[in-house]
């Protein structure tokens, strides 16, 4: 069975898409054939020789309506050529994908399967319901929209191979200091001014060495003034040898970042399962979050201890687990957390659950 696969970027070192090298990886041990259509293309290599990659060039080609013409022509030309080949195709996180090949999929008799989590629910979204035949999501929180369609909820897919680390790792050391860090876009709904905050009332009232590794840039052009009033945030508060701007890493640089690292901190506002936690939490680091989609993969105790509903709440609980300095049971809150990742968040676990669906919904 050969599959038809969409996503935004092929690229093994982008901090934001990188992961997706793995996926399409999973995806070719499991299929004939694997053709692979992005809007922008980097640096990447397969295990499997089964995968063909093709590219929109969007990087060289945004900016006016005849280029994004240029751009639409291309893609069908190539669906025309490719859709006859593949059962069945797989959309990853791009509405407005499954709206430009949504025609030509039904005239091939092609199903599509939309994989999308998100709190988003915009105008391009509701317009998928027309050629979106299965959604899945990683979580039931990451997707909110209305649909008679089949919903599967698949988790998310990390890699335990790149990111598992020994549970038993020393961490939350008073001597030479804790570190903190935290992995996403910078934008308003992550929040990081927040936790800033909490970094200078840390530090304030415990008196030891603490510091805030922020690793991420600004996706969208409104987010740049938010990484400026950022700046300023950490100068007015005394914080400039305490936070640290990291800027945007490779994808393959993170397994080493978060390693290098005790505490991650997440006050995502979204609602939807964050994965970078997930790898955080599977390299051993304690994660602390405001998100409430949490508590749907935590138990009591983890969400108890780990999951605050607003700033002073999650300031409280990082408090008083420094304080504790219980390694056994920081050894045990490590194990568990990695344990929910790998039991239901894996790569090969999910791409599986995916790749079954793909197979039993293409036969129907």
Same mark, same amino acid.
């Given at each position: 069975m050969s599959i038809l696969i969409f996503t !935004?970027? &092929?690229?093994?070192?982008?901090? !934001?898409?990188? $992961?997706?090298?793995?996926?399409?990886?999973?995806? +070719? +041990?499991?299929?004939?054939?694997?053709?692979v259509v992005s809007l922008q293309k980097g640096k990447y290599t397969f295990t499997h020789l089964n995968v063909e990659v093709f590219s929109l060039d969007q990087a060289r080609m945004e900016g006016n309506l005849f280029r994004n013409m240029i751009r639409f022509i291309k893609l069908q030309s190539y669906l025309i050529k490719t859709l006859p080949k593949v059962e069945g195709i797989f959309v990853h996180m791009m509405p !407005?994908?499954?709206?430009?090949?949504?025609?030509?999929?039904?005239?091939?008799?092609?199903?599509?399967?939309?994989?999308?989590?998100?709190?988003? &629910?915009?105008?391009?979204?509701?317009?998928?319901? %027309? $050629?979106?035949?299965?959604?899945?999501?990683?979580?039931?929180?990451?997707? !909110?929209?209305?649909t008679k369609k089949r919903v599967y909820i698949t988790g998310h897919a990390i890699d335990e191979d790149m990111f598992l680390y020994p549970a038993d790792r020393n961490i939350l050391d008073n001597v030479k200091g804790i570190k903190f860090l935290t992995v996403s876009r910078i934008s308003p709904t992550k929040? *990081? @001014?927040?936790? *800033?905050?909490?970094?200078?009332? %840390?530090?304030?009232?415990?008196?030891?060495?603490?510091? %805030?590794?922020? &690793?991420? +840039?600004?996706?969208?052009?409104? @987010?740049w003034d938010y990484i400026k009033y950022l700046?300023? %945030?950490?100068?007015?508060?005394?914080?400039?040898?305490? &936070?640290?701007?990291?800027?945007?890493?490779r994808y393959t640089q993170l397994p080493l970042i978060y390693r290098s690292h005790d505490i991650f901190i997440n006050m995502s506002d979204t609602g939807s399962l964050d994965k970078a936690v997930l790898e955080a939490a599977l390299s051993g680091n304690i994660v602390f979050t405001t998100n409430r989609a949490y508590r749907d993969i935590f138990d009591k105790d983890l969400s108890?201890? $780990? *999951? +605050? @509903?607003?700033?002073?709440g999650l300031y409280e609980k990082i408090k008083k687990y420094i304080i504790s300095q219980d390694k056994e049971e920081i050894k045990s809150d490590i194990k568990k957390l990695q344990n929910i990742v790998s039991k239901h968040h894996s790569l090969h676990t999910t791409i599986d659950k995916i790749a079954d669906i793909i197979f039993q919904g293409s036969k129907d």
């Open positions: !935004r970027k &092929v690229d093994q070192e982008d901090e !934001r898409a990188g $992961f997706f090298i793995n996926w399409i990886d999973e995806f +070719a +041990a499991r299929f004939n054939k694997v053709y !407005r994908y499954v709206i430009a090949i949504g025609t030509l999929a039904k005239i091939y008799n092609k199903k599509i399967f939309f994989w999308y989590t998100h709190s988003k &629910v915009d105008i391009w979204l509701k317009v998928t319901r %027309l $050629f979106v035949d299965s959604y899945l999501s990683a979580s039931k929180s990451g997707f !909110r929209l209305k929040n *990081i @001014d927040k936790i *800033i905050n909490i970094i200078l009332r %840390l530090k304030s009232e415990l008196g030891i060495k603490i510091s %805030l590794d922020i &690793v991420g +840039a600004p996706a969208l052009k409104s @987010d700046r300023s %945030l950490v100068l007015k508060k005394g914080l400039e040898k305490d &936070v640290f701007f990291k800027g945007p890493k108890d201890k $780990f *999951i +605050a @509903d607003d700033e002073d």
